[in-house]
């Protein structure tokens, strides 16, 4: 065996015992099952050959889903179920990808930093957190699960720029930060904070405060990258009712976490309730409080090494922010920046907690050095036995449960499905049931009508002047055209549809959801961010030759 090939695997046999459950013929309940839908509906509209992908067509009458919610994990489910896997294996697969990307990413961001026994242990207490089996097996968080992968890419980036700002450098921390920004919009808003403490460590460490610049340069290269998904994204949600992202159960004030709660060993399948008595469990691991004490001993037995106690420094000051931001003493700073109310559960920065105290493992394995020996060993077995009770579901379910994110005539009746993303104009979720164009006023027959993800076409006899609603839901970009003229839309119906009128006669009707100038804007910004890159990587090639 290749020697580059015993440290990947060596992770993945790491990683594997935490996956188990995935590899039963069932797949299982967790509080989040629409990513099932989410899959059925990116791959919906790829096959219909469009791209970006930004409308869900089958969710009730359509709704603008991948225009606010972050989609490459829904990308790669897409490719994947190219391969012949149907959309619940699709998801294991995601999942398990997942963990097994996160191990690696952190191997090679802690491999900088430490020795290779050092980086595996970081890899260890990274994966079997936990709050990892919260989101795989309890919650079913996709998206979150994936961002785990770009943490630890977009810290090493960061470092190589401090030690050489080179150009690949830089294009590795722009596509690390927009594959975040791509995967888990909120999350990003949780991590840049932490990102720019790395930052001013990395600058003091160096003595160089101007090493920030080419990293701002990838930070404004991802942005650009990201641009077709963040701009529509920011500028558009002023067309959907966030309200229902943010009130009721999704109000943050409601799930700030006990201290207590990050010692306890309970563990639940319940909800994140208001107070202390939730059904789910926010500990942060008990191996991983053991790291955390032989840091701070450490830290005292080698005060004398500035690099050591830096390093040190920058990991507690951002551990305790991290675990501060979870508790309501830290309300205030929730109320003072309106942005974070989207984040909904202040327990979400557990994520960053994990990767920090990951990154302290490999601290305490490295200074450990040769005299580390059995110790070694058995915190990396103490991390999998202790942690392996709750990497499992509470029980399996036939597949036939997941039809209703499946079958279109379910997704069509909103079965279980969010209110995340309804336009503005919609008021009511209720009502009659109807597929094909009808009138609201006046009279009309339908000779034909063909509906696909993205557009309509039809035929219509129009006996009387009518008002005609069509059964899909506006947002702006929606365009109907009469014998290629473009007509204006009236205001929606109560169930937010696209209404129009047309007088009495014959006409050839034509529906598309085209893009707005912000969403051009957006595509042609992504474009030329890419084509910058390629176009770099082409010149540097040729000058190479």
């Not at 299982?28 to 099932?36: L, P």
């Not at 966030?242 to 004030?253: A, E, N, P, Q, S």
């Not at 994110?405 to 079965?415: A, R, T």
């Not at 969403?519 to 176009?535: D, K, P, T």
Request: charged content about 15%; hydrophobic content about 55%.
């Amino acid at each position: 065996m290749k020697k580059s090939l015993v440290i990947p695997l060596v992770l993945i046999l790491l990683t594997l015992p935490s996956l188990l459950p995935f590899f039963n013929a069932k797949f299982f309940y967790t509080q989040d099952h629409i990513f099932i839908a989410r899959l059925s509906q990116m791959s919906t509209v790829l096959s219909d050959g469009i791209f970006p992908v930004r409308w869900a067509p089958d969710l009730r009458y359509g709704e603008p889903l991948f225009n606010f919610y972050a989609p490459l994990p829904y990308y790669l489910g897409a490719a994947i179920g190219l391969l012949g896997f149907n959309f619940i294996w699709v998801a294991k697969i995601l999942f398990m990808l997942s963990s097994i990307l996160s191990a690696m990413t952190m191997y090679i961001f802690c491999r900088k930093l430490f020795s290779k026994r050092a980086a595996i242990l970081a890899s260890t207490l990274y994966i079997w957190a936990p709050y990892r089996a919260v989101d795989l097996y309890v919650r079913g968080a996709l998206s979150e699960a994936w961002a785990f992968v770009f943490f630890p890419l977009i810290f090493y980036a960061s470092l190589q720029i401090f030690e050489k700002a080179t150009f690949k450098r830089i294009i590795l921390f722009a596509f690390s930060l927009a594959g975040l920004f791509l995967t888990h919009n909120v999350t990003i808003l949780m991590f840049i904070p932490f990102l720019l403490l790395w930052w001013m460590y990395l600058a003091l460490t160096k003595i160089n405060l101007k090493l920030i610049l080419p990293n701002l340069a990838a930070f404004v290269l991802g942005l650009g990258l990201a641009a077709f998904f963040l701009l529509p994204a920011f500028f558009e949600r002023q067309f959907i009712q966030t309200k229902y992202l943010i009130v009721g159960y999704f109000d943050f004030r409601a799930h700030f976490v006990a201290y207590q709660q990050f010692f306890s060993l309970f563990w639940g399948y319940g909800s994140s309730l208001w107070g202390s008595k939730d059904g789910m469990s926010f500990q942060l691991g008990l191996v991983n409080w053991v790291i955390l004490v032989l840091a701070g001993v450490y830290g005292l037995l080698f005060r004398k090494e500035k690099k050591l106690l830096g390093l040190l420094a920058f990991l507690g000051l951002s551990f305790f922010l991290s675990i501060f931001l979870q508790h309501n003493k830290s309300a205030f700073i929730w109320e003072a920046i309106p942005s974070m109310a989207f984040i909904q559960f202040p327990w979400r920065f557990l994520a960053i907690s994990v990767f920090i105290v990951a990154i302290t493992g490999g601290v305490v394995a490295d200074y450990f050095k040769k005299k580390f020996g059995v110790i070694y060993f058995i915190l990396i077995a103490s991390i999998i036995l202790i942690n392996f009770q709750y990497f499992r579901p509470k029980e399996y379910i036939d597949d036939s449960f997941f039809n209703k994110f499946l079958h279109i005539e379910s997704m069509h009746k909103g079965v279980d499905l969010t209110k995340d993303y309804l336009p503005i104009w919609v008021q009511t979720v209720d009502g009659e049931r109807f597929d094909t164009p009808r009138a609201e006023k006046g009279e009309i027959r339908v000779n034909s009508f063909t509906k696909r993800s993205q557009s309509a076409q039809g035929s219509f006899s129009v006996i009387t002047d009518s008002v005609i609603e069509l059964p899909i839901t506006y947002f702006p970009g929606w365009e109907v055209r009469t014998d290629n003229q473009s007509i204006n839309l009236q205001s929606p119906s109560k169930q937010g549809l696209i209404r129009f009128e047309l007088p009495k006669g014959q006409y050839n009707v034509g529906v598309e959801f085209k893009d707005t100038p912000v969403r051009a804007i957006g595509n042609v910004i992504s474009l030329f961010s890419l084509l910058l890159v390629v176009g770099i990587f082409a010149i540097k090639r040729y000058k190479f030759k």
